[in-house]
Each structure stands twice: as structure tokens, then as C-alpha cells.
């Protein structure tokens, strides 16, 4: 089943989408649809589809839920080869810790944005870069969870565009902290979120989702893998980002950009220049991925802001 935020004539409701459109589910959103549990969450899409549908091209998709933590994972290996070598300045090569654990990190979960919003140019930002991936959305709680146990807590997935200020990011990381403002403008999540059921005909002989993804700026193909490419399945990452502490129904985990041009960083990396160029104000990112559905968002021009202000002379002074 597929769960939908959506806007129409100013009123904002859940929803599940058929192919009729989009069929309202009043009085819940869908992050309390989650917390409710899949078979709650499934009786009252089954009960809404009973309903007349409003057709998709009346409706604004919103992101289908607001997550209360957002966290992204670097889990392709392909796209740490190109991306190190292309945006950080590294040889390309992967460090041994990476194949060690699935690093990720935290990111803004107010700067999720949805399925066709336009995404503004962050301020300072000269480098913008888009990312490919898949997200899954956690469907309960749970701590110290094993990867079979973690499978049963995924609610579903949707696709996460982690849209990337690449300038910004290369100066953060290389204070060894972040990536900061360099990712905090914007995440798309969307067009909805598909139950983990619907996808399961999908799952490999080793446990992976072999679901084709595909990326395009403004209609010329960059990029395409399959999501089977990461170096750990989901519950693998469910997993991980539980251990030691807890995972709560709503929780985002995203699977990192997948390789062969999932982002431009990638490219540039493997190309040795900037090309394809970075995203400008008027370019059109749409992401496919097989199963779940298209995201489709245009680059407009940010705010214009003062510089950012340098440290000041440093000071050794011990008295005051």
C-alpha cells in the first residue's frame, strides 16, 4: 500500500494512493499511521479506499511523513570511490573502516522537502550536487535490535534525494566534523511511502532489495544502478543505528547514493573535472526507482546572505 501527505484546496490530510488517486484517511497524519502499527496503518487505508479518489494531477504530494530523526548512510562503495576523490580531494580509494561498520549521520528533519517542491540554492553555495537513494521508514520501536528482528520493524520505503552543497561540504569536513550546512537545506522524501510487503517480490537470493534506480537532469539520463548494489541490506543498517540505543516508529534511514552517477560528486571524481557542471537555478532533478515511484524537483535561486564571519586572532590569554 502506498501512504501519502497531500494538499488540496489548502487542506492538508493522510491518504493512500490508488491508481483512481488519492484516497483521504481524515483525522491522522501518516507518521501517527506508522506509529500505529502496519496492520492499523493497512484496515484504515483498505477502509479509505472504499472513498472517491481525488486524481494525483489535482493534489500537491507533501513529504509523505515528517520524520522525527533523519539518518543517512554511506552504504555504496562505488559512490565512496568517486565521491572522495571528487569532492574531498582524496586518491579515490575507500578506507579499510568503511567496509568495517555502516557509517552514517544525523540530518535536519525540518528541512524535508516534498516529491515536486522547487529547492532553493543554499546560501554561500556554488557546488550544488544531488543524491540518489533509497529511505526506510522504521514502523516501531525498538533497541540492541538484530538484523532479522530489525526486517520486521521497517514500515516501508520511499526515495530520499540528499541534495548536497558540495563547496560548503569540503570545508566542513575537513574540520573532521560534519557534514553540516553543507546538507542542512534540503531532503526530499517522496512522492510516498510503500509498505515493505509491496516491495518484498524485489528481494535477492542474499537479502537485497534489487530495485532499479535512476536519476535525470532536465530529461538527459546521469545516472542508474540498482539499489542490491549496497554493501549491507537494510536491516543490516536498521540494525546498526539501533545498537547501544533505540529506533522509534518514524525514524528515516537513508541508504547512502547509490553508484554510477547517483550524484554528480561521483562523476567528477571519475572524470577528473566538473562534468557534468554543478546544479543551477532552473535545472530539473527527477529520480525513479522501481516499485516506488518518481521525485521531480527544480533548482531555484536561494536567499542572499552576508559572509560568514572568520574566527578572530587567536588568543592564549590565561587571566582575564
Same mark, same amino acid.
Given at each position: 500500500m502506498r501512504f501519502a501527505t497531500w494538499e488540496h484546496r489548502g487542506e492538508v490530510s493522510a491518504g493512500v494512493v490508488s491508481d483512481a488517486g488519492v484516497h483521504g484517511i481524515p483525522g491522522t497524519t501518516v507518521l501517527e499511521l506508522v506509529r500505529s502499527g502496519l496492520a &492499523?496503518?493497512?484496515? @484504515?487505508?483498505?477502509? !479509505?479506499?472504499?472513498?472517491? #479518489? $481525488?486524481?494525483?494531477?489535482?493534489?500537491v504530494l507533501l513529504p509523505p511523513l515528517q520524520p522525527p530523526t533523519v539518518r543517512d548512510f554511506v552504504a555504496f562503495e562505488e559512490h565512496v570511490e568517486g565521491v572522495v576523490k571528487g569532492v574531498t580531494g582524496g586518491d579515490g580509494g575507500v578506507v579499510p573502516e568503511?567496509?568495517?561498520?555502516?557509517?552514517?549521520?544525523? &540530518?535536519?528533519?525540518? @528541512?524535508?522537502?516534498? !516529491?515536486?517542491?522547487?529547492? #532553493? $540554492?543554499p546560501p554561500g553555495c556554488s557546488v550544488l550536487d544531488?543524491?540518489?537513494?533509497?529511505?526506510?521508514v522504521i514502523g516501531?520501536?525498538?533497541?540492541?535490535?538484530?538484523?532479522e528482528q530489525a526486517r520486521e520493524h521497517v514500515f516501508g520505503y520511499t526515495v530520499l534525494n540528499d541534495w548536497s552543497a558540495r563547496d560548503l561540504q569540503a570545508r566542513e569536513m575537513k574540520?573532521?566534523?560534519?557534514p553540516a550546512k553543507g546538507k542542512d537545506f534540503a531532503t526530499t522524501l517522496?512522492?510516498?511511502?510503500?509498505?515493505?510487503?509491496?516491495?518484498?517480490?524485489f528481494r535477492d537470493a542474499e537479502g537485497f532489495l534489487a530495485l532499479a534506480m535512476q536519476v535525470s537532469v532536465n530529461g538527459e539520463l546521469v545516472g542508474q544502478d540498482l539499489l542490491s548494489n549496497m554493501g549491507w541490506p537494510f536491516e543490516e543498517l536498521v540494525a546498526y543505528a539501533s545498537r547501544g540505543t533505540v529506533v522509534r516508529a518514524g525514524d528515516v534511514l537513508g541508504s547512502g547514493?547509490?553508484?554510477?552517477?547517483?550524484?554528480?560528486?561521483?562523476?567528477?571524481?571519475?572524470?577528473?573535472s566538473r562534468t557534468p557542471p554543478p546544479l543551477q537555478p532552473g535545472d530539473v532533478v527527477e529520480m525513479t526507482v522501481e516499485g516506488i515511484g518518481t521525485i521531480r524537483n527544480r533548482v531555484v535561486a536561494g536567499v542572499e546572505l552576508p559572509p560568514v564571519a572568520p574566527a578572530r586572532t587567536r588568543t592564549r590569554a590565561r587571566t582575564r
Amino acid at each position: 500500500m502506498r501512504f501519502a501527505t497531500w494538499e488540496h484546496r489548502g487542506e492538508v490530510s493522510a491518504g493512500v494512493v490508488s491508481d483512481a488517486g488519492v484516497h483521504g484517511i481524515p483525522g491522522t497524519t501518516v507518521l501517527e499511521l506508522v506509529r500505529s502499527g502496519l496492520a &492499523t496503518a493497512l484496515a @484504515a487505508g483498505e477502509q !479509505a479506499l472504499e472513498a472517491p #479518489a $481525488v486524481p494525483l494531477a489535482d493534489v500537491v504530494l507533501l513529504p509523505p511523513l515528517q520524520p522525527p530523526t533523519v539518518r543517512d548512510f554511506v552504504a555504496f562503495e562505488e559512490h565512496v570511490e568517486g565521491v572522495v576523490k571528487g569532492v574531498t580531494g582524496g586518491d579515490g580509494g575507500v578506507v579499510p573502516e568503511w567496509y568495517q561498520a555502516p557509517t552514517f549521520y544525523f &540530518t535536519n528533519p525540518y @528541512a524535508v522537502v516534498g !516529491a515536486h517542491d522547487d529547492v #532553493a $540554492v543554499p546560501p554561500g553555495c556554488s557546488v550544488l550536487d544531488f543524491e540518489l537513494e533509497v529511505a526506510a521508514v522504521i514502523g516501531r520501536d525498538g533497541a540492541s535490535l538484530d538484523p532479522e528482528q530489525a526486517r520486521e520493524h521497517v514500515f516501508g520505503y520511499t526515495v530520499l534525494n540528499d541534495w548536497s552543497a558540495r563547496d560548503l561540504q569540503a570545508r566542513e569536513m575537513k574540520v573532521s566534523l560534519g557534514p553540516a550546512k553543507g546538507k542542512d537545506f534540503a531532503t526530499t522524501l517522496g512522492p510516498w511511502l510503500v509498505t515493505a510487503d509491496e516491495l518484498e517480490p524485489f528481494r535477492d537470493a542474499e537479502g537485497f532489495l534489487a530495485l532499479a534506480m535512476q536519476v535525470s537532469v532536465n530529461g538527459e539520463l546521469v545516472g542508474q544502478d540498482l539499489l542490491s548494489n549496497m554493501g549491507w541490506p537494510f536491516e543490516e543498517l536498521v540494525a546498526y543505528a539501533s545498537r547501544g540505543t533505540v529506533v522509534r516508529a518514524g525514524d528515516v534511514l537513508g541508504s547512502g547514493t547509490c553508484g554510477n552517477g547517483g550524484c554528480l560528486g561521483e562523476l567528477w571524481g571519475r572524470n577528473g573535472s566538473r562534468t557534468p557542471p554543478p546544479l543551477q537555478p532552473g535545472d530539473v532533478v527527477e529520480m525513479t526507482v522501481e516499485g516506488i515511484g518518481t521525485i521531480r524537483n527544480r533548482v531555484v535561486a536561494g536567499v542572499e546572505l552576508p559572509p560568514v564571519a572568520p574566527a578572530r586572532t587567536r588568543t592564549r590569554a590565561r587571566t582575564r
